[in-house]
Protein backbone atom coordinates (compact mmCIF):
# COMPACT_ATOMS: atom_id res chain seq x y z
CA UNK A 1 0.00 0.00 0.00
CA UNK A 2 1.30 3.59 -0.76
CA UNK A 3 1.84 5.12 1.94
CA UNK A 4 2.42 9.35 2.69
CA UNK A 5 4.08 10.70 5.76
CA UNK A 6 5.51 14.53 6.69
CA UNK A 7 9.04 14.76 7.77
CA UNK A 8 10.35 18.02 8.78
CA UNK A 9 13.93 18.70 6.60
CA UNK A 10 16.36 21.32 6.46
CA UNK A 11 17.76 21.80 3.22
CA UNK A 12 20.23 24.63 1.80
CA UNK A 13 18.75 27.93 0.75
CA UNK A 14 16.14 28.16 3.69
CA UNK A 15 14.39 25.30 3.11
CA UNK A 16 13.72 24.09 6.77
CA UNK A 17 10.69 23.22 8.23
CA UNK A 18 9.10 22.36 4.69
CA UNK A 19 6.71 19.17 4.53
CA UNK A 20 7.65 16.69 1.91
CA UNK A 21 6.46 13.41 0.50
CA UNK A 22 7.68 9.96 1.23
CA UNK A 23 5.76 7.41 -1.34
CA UNK A 24 7.66 4.00 -2.12
CA UNK A 25 10.62 4.15 -4.21
CA UNK A 26 10.48 2.80 -7.80
CA UNK A 27 13.07 0.03 -7.31
CA UNK A 28 10.94 -1.59 -4.37
CA UNK A 29 7.93 -2.27 -6.69
CA UNK A 30 7.59 -5.69 -8.49
CA UNK A 31 4.42 -4.67 -10.04
CA UNK A 32 3.05 -1.80 -11.96
CA UNK A 33 0.77 0.70 -9.86
CA UNK A 34 -2.71 0.74 -10.24
CA UNK A 35 -4.55 1.95 -13.41
CA UNK A 36 -5.22 5.60 -11.78
CA UNK A 37 -1.51 6.06 -10.12
CA UNK A 38 1.00 7.80 -11.54
CA UNK A 39 4.72 8.38 -11.81
CA UNK A 40 6.73 12.18 -11.74
CA UNK A 41 9.38 12.23 -13.13
CA UNK A 42 11.70 15.44 -11.74
CA UNK A 43 14.09 17.03 -13.71
CA UNK A 44 16.32 19.03 -10.67
CA UNK A 45 18.31 21.09 -13.36
CA UNK A 46 21.03 21.45 -10.00
CA UNK A 47 18.13 23.75 -8.52
CA UNK A 48 17.95 22.50 -4.90
CA UNK A 49 15.57 25.01 -3.60
CA UNK A 50 13.00 24.40 -6.71
CA UNK A 51 13.22 20.70 -6.35
CA UNK A 52 11.97 21.24 -2.75
CA UNK A 53 9.11 23.26 -3.97
CA UNK A 54 7.97 21.06 -6.54
CA UNK A 55 8.49 17.95 -4.11
CA UNK A 56 6.38 20.25 -1.80
CA UNK A 57 3.73 20.58 -3.91
CA UNK A 58 3.02 16.64 -5.18
CA UNK A 59 2.05 16.19 -1.25
CA UNK A 60 -1.44 15.98 -1.61
CA UNK A 61 -1.29 14.07 -4.48
CA UNK A 62 0.70 11.29 -2.21
CA UNK A 63 -1.98 11.61 0.31
CA UNK A 64 -4.70 11.12 -2.34
CA UNK A 65 -3.12 7.78 -3.52
CA UNK A 66 -2.69 9.58 -7.08
CA UNK A 67 1.15 10.05 -6.97
CA UNK A 68 2.87 6.28 -6.51
CA UNK A 69 6.34 7.40 -7.29
CA UNK A 70 8.62 10.03 -7.85
CA UNK A 71 12.14 9.90 -9.41
CA UNK A 72 14.57 13.25 -9.37
CA UNK A 73 16.84 13.38 -12.25
CA UNK A 74 19.98 14.84 -11.54
CA UNK A 75 23.64 15.16 -13.03
CA UNK A 76 25.54 16.19 -9.99
CA UNK A 77 24.48 14.08 -7.48
CA UNK A 78 25.68 16.39 -4.85
CA UNK A 79 25.22 15.66 -0.86
CA UNK A 80 22.62 18.32 -0.77
CA UNK A 81 20.42 16.70 -3.44
CA UNK A 82 20.79 13.28 -2.03
CA UNK A 83 19.40 14.14 1.08
CA UNK A 84 16.88 15.85 -0.53
CA UNK A 85 16.05 13.02 -1.99
CA UNK A 86 16.44 10.81 1.21
CA UNK A 87 14.25 13.01 3.27
CA UNK A 88 11.29 13.29 0.69
CA UNK A 89 11.72 9.15 0.13
CA UNK A 90 11.99 9.20 -3.21
CA UNK A 91 14.77 7.91 -5.77
CA UNK A 92 17.57 9.94 -7.03
CA UNK A 93 18.86 9.24 -10.63
CA UNK A 94 22.16 10.38 -11.56
CA UNK A 95 23.10 10.68 -14.90
CA UNK A 96 26.28 11.78 -16.84
CA UNK A 97 26.58 13.52 -19.89
CA UNK A 98 27.12 10.61 -21.99
CA UNK A 99 25.97 7.01 -21.64
CA UNK A 100 27.78 3.81 -21.83
CA UNK A 101 28.02 3.94 -25.60
CA UNK A 102 29.36 7.56 -25.28
CA UNK A 103 26.40 9.42 -26.58
CA UNK A 104 24.68 11.66 -25.22
CA UNK A 105 21.87 11.30 -23.15
CA UNK A 106 19.32 13.52 -21.10
CA UNK A 107 18.24 11.01 -18.90
CA UNK A 108 14.33 11.08 -19.02
CA UNK A 109 13.47 7.95 -21.13
CA UNK A 110 15.48 6.20 -18.26
CA UNK A 111 14.42 7.43 -15.89
CA UNK A 112 10.72 6.51 -16.90
CA UNK A 113 11.60 3.11 -17.46
CA UNK A 114 12.72 2.80 -13.95
CA UNK A 115 8.91 3.62 -12.38
CA UNK A 116 6.07 2.01 -12.07
CA UNK A 117 2.77 3.60 -12.90
CA UNK A 118 0.66 3.21 -15.87
CA UNK A 119 0.84 7.29 -16.35
CA UNK A 120 3.84 9.62 -15.85
CA UNK A 121 4.13 12.94 -14.97
CA UNK A 122 6.90 14.95 -16.12
CA UNK A 123 8.16 18.24 -14.44
CA UNK A 124 11.51 20.49 -13.98
CA UNK A 125 12.41 21.68 -10.85
CA UNK A 126 10.76 24.69 -9.68
CA UNK A 127 7.63 23.96 -10.84
CA UNK A 128 4.47 23.90 -8.46
CA UNK A 129 1.03 22.96 -9.05
CA UNK A 130 -1.77 24.55 -8.53
CA UNK A 131 -4.88 24.28 -6.68
CA UNK A 132 -7.16 21.82 -8.21
CA UNK A 133 -4.96 19.66 -9.98
CA UNK A 134 -5.18 16.33 -8.36
CA UNK A 135 -8.71 16.55 -9.11
CA UNK A 136 -7.89 17.19 -12.68
CA UNK A 137 -5.59 15.09 -13.44
CA UNK A 138 -7.39 11.83 -11.89
CA UNK A 139 -10.95 12.62 -14.25
CA UNK A 140 -8.26 12.83 -17.45
CA UNK A 141 -7.49 9.87 -16.73
CA UNK A 142 -10.62 8.28 -16.10
CA UNK A 143 -11.48 9.91 -19.26
CA UNK A 144 -8.48 8.44 -21.10
CA UNK A 145 -7.81 5.80 -19.88
CA UNK A 146 -9.57 3.72 -22.46
CA UNK A 147 -9.46 6.11 -25.33
CA UNK A 148 -8.08 5.06 -28.91
CA UNK A 149 -7.18 7.98 -29.65
CA UNK A 150 -4.40 8.82 -26.61
CA UNK A 151 -3.76 11.88 -25.71
CA UNK A 152 -1.55 13.70 -23.21
CA UNK A 153 -1.81 17.08 -20.91
CA UNK A 154 -0.24 20.24 -20.04
CA UNK A 155 -0.70 22.62 -17.09
CA UNK A 156 -1.99 26.22 -17.63
CA UNK A 157 0.91 29.28 -16.89
CA UNK A 158 0.30 30.83 -13.32
CA UNK A 159 3.64 32.87 -13.45
CA UNK A 160 6.78 32.77 -12.37
CA UNK A 161 8.35 31.08 -9.73
CA UNK A 162 6.97 31.99 -6.10
CA UNK A 163 4.78 34.62 -7.79
CA UNK A 164 7.86 36.77 -8.46
CA UNK A 165 6.27 38.25 -11.58
CA UNK A 166 5.12 36.51 -15.30
CA UNK A 167 7.53 35.41 -17.71
CA UNK A 168 9.06 37.73 -20.19
CA UNK A 169 6.89 38.59 -22.83
CA UNK A 170 9.35 38.04 -25.21
CA UNK A 171 10.12 34.31 -23.63
CA UNK A 172 6.36 33.76 -24.52
CA UNK A 173 6.58 34.50 -28.03
CA UNK A 174 9.96 32.25 -28.11
CA UNK A 175 7.96 29.24 -26.92
CA UNK A 176 5.09 29.51 -28.63
CA UNK A 177 7.17 29.63 -32.04
CA UNK A 178 9.21 26.59 -31.71
CA UNK A 179 7.76 23.63 -32.64
CA UNK A 180 6.38 21.74 -29.45
CA UNK A 181 5.71 24.52 -27.57
CA UNK A 182 6.74 25.49 -23.66
CA UNK A 183 8.22 21.87 -22.12
CA UNK A 184 7.92 23.86 -18.46
CA UNK A 185 4.01 23.61 -18.40
CA UNK A 186 4.96 19.85 -17.69
CA UNK A 187 3.15 16.64 -19.48
CA UNK A 188 0.59 13.87 -18.40
CA UNK A 189 0.99 11.24 -20.70
CA UNK A 190 0.11 7.01 -20.59
CA UNK A 191 3.46 5.21 -20.29
CA UNK A 192 1.57 2.99 -22.80
CA UNK A 193 1.22 5.84 -25.60
CA UNK A 194 5.20 7.45 -24.24
CA UNK A 195 6.66 4.25 -25.52
CA UNK A 196 4.59 4.93 -28.34
CA UNK A 197 6.06 7.62 -29.39
CA UNK A 198 9.67 6.78 -28.53
CA UNK A 199 9.71 8.08 -25.00
CA UNK A 200 11.82 11.20 -24.52
CA UNK A 201 14.72 11.70 -27.63
CA UNK A 202 18.09 11.09 -25.51
CA UNK A 203 20.70 12.86 -27.71
CA UNK A 204 18.58 16.19 -27.71
CA UNK A 205 19.13 19.36 -26.38
CA UNK A 206 15.17 20.31 -26.42
CA UNK A 207 13.96 16.69 -25.47
CA UNK A 208 10.76 17.95 -23.70
CA UNK A 209 9.72 19.82 -26.70
CA UNK A 210 10.76 17.51 -29.21
CA UNK A 211 7.91 15.20 -27.26
CA UNK A 212 5.49 17.21 -27.35
CA UNK A 213 6.23 17.96 -30.97
CA UNK A 214 5.88 14.14 -31.85
CA UNK A 215 2.45 14.08 -29.61
CA UNK A 216 1.33 17.26 -31.90
CA UNK A 217 -1.13 20.07 -30.73
CA UNK A 218 -4.34 18.12 -31.99
CA UNK A 219 -3.49 15.23 -29.22
CA UNK A 220 -2.48 17.44 -26.51
CA UNK A 221 -5.14 19.00 -23.89
CA UNK A 222 -4.28 22.15 -21.92
CA UNK A 223 -6.09 21.71 -18.15
CA UNK A 224 -7.51 24.12 -16.37
CA UNK A 225 -5.17 23.42 -13.40
CA UNK A 226 -2.02 26.00 -13.35
CA UNK A 227 1.64 25.53 -12.95
CA UNK A 228 3.89 28.08 -11.22
CA UNK A 229 6.93 27.79 -13.19
CA UNK A 230 10.79 29.17 -12.74
Sequence with gaps: MNKTRTKMGCFPGRFCEIKVLTVRKSTENSERSGPHMLSVIV??????????????????????????????????????????????????????????????????????????????????????????????????????????????AIFRHAGSRYGDGMRPGIARAFWRWLPGGAPDKGLLIARSHYERLGGHPPATRRPEAKLLSRLGRRSRVKLHSRIVTP
Excluded: K, Y
Excluded at 66 to 78: E, K, M
Excluded at 112 to 139: H, K
Design 43 to 152: STRNDERGTVATLAALVPGAAAGLVADVVLLDRAGNDAMRQIADVAGCELMVHGPDDADGRADNGLMRAAQRTRSPWLLFLQAGAVLQAGWIEEIANFIEDNGGRQTARG
